[in-house]
């Protein structure tokens, strides 16, 4: 029939110039050899052909679940498409480059599902096919012209027909059995869950924010996974409970909830790796370059850790320097390279916060003791002090900012204790429950409101306005508890008309580091082996990149070994356990 109607056709293909042209179900003329939609569409002047076409769609069992409940065929990956399409319209409110959803992520979106065989792939006619798993093939039924394509509803581009190809979303998901539609409100539901274990990288709720971070760190973004993880914990991304957004006619129920209703917040790690799974799946080139300019490199994160953290201005000329020597600045080390095994994995935001524990470390020592002589020592010298800054006293720093962080942890676990699992809108799976679902719904909202004036209980405050600071400390303010502008003179000593640290030892927090891929880490954390001190600096970065304070650790523990490399290797052919040696000299730094 294709060949009838593209015969007249003749023009080239724009992307392979071959003459081989078929129609999809838009009736827009697309390249078999290229798979490339153009926007030429067929005429079509008999209209009794349309009311009498047959196409490839599921079988009658479903076709009479959808006249009899009002919803309509959908496919699970119609569903991730939704949701990945709410995900980057909410990043461009919040000021993501509007090229990041149909020059990027949409590309990203389409090579998925074609790697996948859901979509874009090409398929002989009686060939056994595997999609969500293994179907027979198709069954024709006739078509209803008057419903509308939900693949057109869902498109990410706003171009029409954007993502329409010759064959459909899940391609036909085949002779698929009343009973199997019951169990789900999807074509495909109880197919997805029963795929085989072997089929890698399925999709997934935390997927879509390796998507979505993915696109992210293509455009160099300044938006690192912490704060797209914390954007979705405020509810600045849509995430939890999404499929409330779902057009009502896409029913949701059974096995299609255990897929898009999500019960625990994105876990970092777990994110971060699909990222970089979906990466290599995807057999993406190497990412732009993460240079100096970026917001992605180290010595720019610095900065603004070191803002949050209400630490001395001054400390950022020392992360610079730790960041040169241990060579964790190169374009090659943190530009991405999907599939490269002998690459490390970067994670932005969480080596920054190392270099400037690191930092710390090499100022203070941070061993519960050499760091409260040094505060003792400025506190002194401020007392005296009338010219220039005063000295920075790390004991009076602890206080203020955990203070601080003692009230922004309350509050978090408040909200997160506080927080409302369920969903808003009242799911219903027939037209015959709809009225007695909404009027229980509204019976329980109603209870709700009551039982909170009785008790006194504040409303529900409105979202705050997303910001990348979660700590903010203010110059102007006369209390003293900004520290930026304070001195490093109390920790330095000059010679020879540089200025060098006094404390001429630091201690290592492993000797030897484990192997990342069979451990999982590369060093072991447990709070007691190590100083109070240490401990709160880490918890401290730990709040404000949401992630587990190992993490950082780990990260502490291989820039520790790049700067102390050529001492350590010596130290290590004398003394296996050794933790404390001599800090390199500083002009090394």
Known sequence: ?????????????????????????????????????????????????????????ISKGLKKQEKTDGGCEWYIC??????????????????????????????????????????YCKRPAGETVKTLSVCESSTDVDSDPER?????????????????????????????????????????????????QKDKLRMTMPMTLSFCYLALLWVREPITLSELLRFVVEGHIPYMNVFQHFPEKMKLCGLDLKIFCVESWPEYKEVFNKMHELAAFLDLPRFPDITESCFLHPDMLCMKYLMEANLPDELHNWTCRVVKKTGIGEVDFLTLMPGNKSTRKVKYDVLAAAVIV?????????????????????????????????????????????????????????EKAKYLWRCEKPLFYSVKNKSKVLKRRQMVVNLQNQFGKLSGSAQRAEKPNPSSFQLSWSEENTDGNCFHGHSLKGVLQEKCGLLTIMNPDYWLCTVKLC??????????????????????????????LRIQPSYIHDEVCMIEHRLFNKKLCKKLKYNTVLRKIKRPKTSSI
Not at 158 to 185: H, I, N, P, R
Not at 518 to 543: I, M, N, T
């Open 358 to 414: 690191v930092v710390l470390k090499l100022l203070f020592l941070l061993d519960d003791h050499y760091e409260w002589v040094l505060s003792e020592f400025a506190e002194e010298r401020n007392k005296n002090n009338t010219e220039g800054g005063p000295y920075f006293e790390f004991k009076k720093w602890y206080e203020v900012v955990k203070r601080s962080l003692d009230v922004e942890q309350k509050k978090l676990d408040e």
């Open 1 to 57: 029939m294709d060949e009838e109607d593209t015969r007249d056709f003749n023009e080239r293909c724009a992307q392979c110039s071959e003459v081989n042209w078929g129609l999809t179900d838009g009736g827009r003329f697309y390249c078999r050899s290229c798979h490339n939609v153009t926007e030429r569409t067929r005429e079509v002047v008999n209209t009794d052909f349309i009311t009498n076409s047959r196409v490839q769609t």
């Open 148 to 196: 509308p394509s939900l693949l057109h509803l869902l498109s990410l581009s706003e171009s029409e027909g954007d993502l329409q190809t010759d064959c459909s979303f899940a391609s036909s998901v085949s002779k698929v059995s009343e009973s199997t539609s019951v169990y789900s409100g999807s074509v495909d539901g109880s197919l997805y869950l029963m795929k085989n």
């Open 78 to 119: 119609e569903g991730f498409q939704l949701v990945l399409k709410k995900q980057v319209e909410a990043l461009e409110a919040l000021g993501v480059c509007p090229q990041m959803k149909d020059e990027i992520l949409c590309n990203f979106w389409r090579c998925y599902l074609q790697k996948s065989k859901q979509a």
């Open 515 to 544: 192997n990342e891929k069979l451990c999982g880490h590369l060093a072991h954390y447990r709070e007691v082996e190590f100083p109070q001190s240490y401990h709160f600096v880490l918890g401290l970065f730990s709040f404000l």
